[in-house]
Every structure is written in structure tokens, then in C-alpha cells.
């Protein structure tokens, strides 16, 4: 077994930036503007890579779940030209993982993001995700590599169209759909230079 102090190179090259993990939306309420998912199951195994799995004890969103608001709702990712249409209201550890109550904005992202997952257009959660290498449990299984997150930091939750693996029945959180590690910095890179022509201006 290894700790985040000694992540083998496969590791810290897959947990590089922001992480992404798709679920299903549990509980749609357009009156009230209420989206409920459970957006982690713990203590379940997700095959991320060819010979990589992934888990997430309990209680690995502690932090969250004493300070729901920071976790933002977007439509569609951040990295990859989405809005920022709600926050969580409530964040709860629950037996079978990790469950969010997220209240949508009035606006017109928050409006089109309700009316595309009232018609089932949208319909998968993808959690955003920074891991913490110390908190991060690596054991080798054969020439599988497992990976366990002890605590990791919750930064938002997107609604998307399609996790990375389709709509598989049995599998209740997978890798949602990501850009090319390379692409994403450089669009960091940009929005960066963005706002400071702005601050200049």
C-alpha cells in the first residue's frame, strides 16, 4: 500500500487538476427549482482507466457537507465553457454515499438547464473534484492499480449529457467525459490572460 507521498506515476498523471465523476439525477422539482442527486456512492469500486479503479470511503466530503454553498451548480462543466447556475443547499453523508440538494437560479441558463432536464436532455450529474495526494490510499491488485480517496474537496456539480461510459444500469457513479489535460490548461491559461487584459483595461 502507498500513500499520497509516493503516488505511483500512472496516479499523479490521472489525478492532475480538477477531477470529474457522472451519476444520474435522483430528483427533478421545476416549481421549487430543486435538482437531488447522489453524487459519490462510497466504498464502490469505478474502473477510471484501463487498469485503474477508484473509490471514495465515507465521509470523504466531510468538509462539504458542514459548508454546502461553496459547492456550485453549473451547466455543463467549468472547464469547458459552462455557467454557474445554482449551489448546493444541502450536502449529506448518507449510508450509500454522498447526496446533494442544489437549487437552481432564476436566470436564462438556470431556465434552459430545468426545461433540458425536465425533458430527460440532461439527465447525468458530474461532480467536480480536487484530490488530496495525502489522502490518497494507492494498493496494487494484480496489474490493476486501486485508488482510494480518504478526503478530497468538492468543488462543484455540473449537469451533463453524457458520462464517459453511456448509460450502464448497474454503474451508479463513472468518469464523466473530460478535455485533453493539455487543452484544459490551455484554456486556464487563456481565461487567466483574459481577465487580467481586463483588470489593465
Not at 98 to 109: D, G, M, Q, Y
Not at 139 to 146: C, M, P, T
Request: hydrophobic letters at 40%; charged letters at 35%.
Amino acid at each position: 500500500m502507498m500513500s499520497g507521498l509516493t503516488l505511483p506515476t500512472e496516479v499523479a498523471e490521472a489525478y492532475v487538476g480538477i477531477q470529474h465523476r457522472s451519476a444520474t439525477l435522483h430528483a427533478l422539482n421545476t416549481e421549487q427549482r430543486i435538482i437531488e442527486l447522489r453524487a459519490v456512492p462510497y466504498d464502490y469500486e469505478t474502473q477510471i482507466d484501463e487498469h485503474m479503479f477508484e473509490a471514495f470511503e465515507k465521509r470523504a466530503f466531510a468538509r462539504a457537507v458542514k459548508d454546502p454553498e461553496r459547492c456550485k451548480l453549473w451547466l455543463r462543466h467549468s472547464v469547458d465553457g459552462g455557467r454557474i447556475v445554482g449551489q448546493a443547499l444541502k450536502v449529506e453523508d448518507r449510508d450509500d454515499g454522498l447526496w446533494l440538494e442544489t437549487r437552481v437560479s432564476k436566470t436564462p441558463a438556470g431556465d434552459e438547464l430545468l426545461t433540458l432536464a425536465d425533458d430527460g436532455v440532461l439527465d447525468e450529474a458530474s461532480i467536480e473534484f480536487a484530490p488530496i495526494r495525502e489522502a490518497m490510499i494507492v494498493r496494487r491488485r494484480g496489474e490493476d492499480l486501486v485508488v482510494r480517496h480518504r478526503r478530497a474537496h468538492l468543488k462543484g456539480v455540473a449537469v451533463v449529457p453524457h458520462g464517459a461510459y453511456g448509460r450502464q444500469a448497474l454503474v451508479t457513479a463513472v468518469r464523466d467525459d473530460r478535455p485533453d489535460p493539455e487543452e484544459t490548461r490551455e484554456h486556464q491559461r487563456a481565461e487567466w490572460l483574459n481577465r487580467l487584459r481586463a483588470r489593465t483595461a
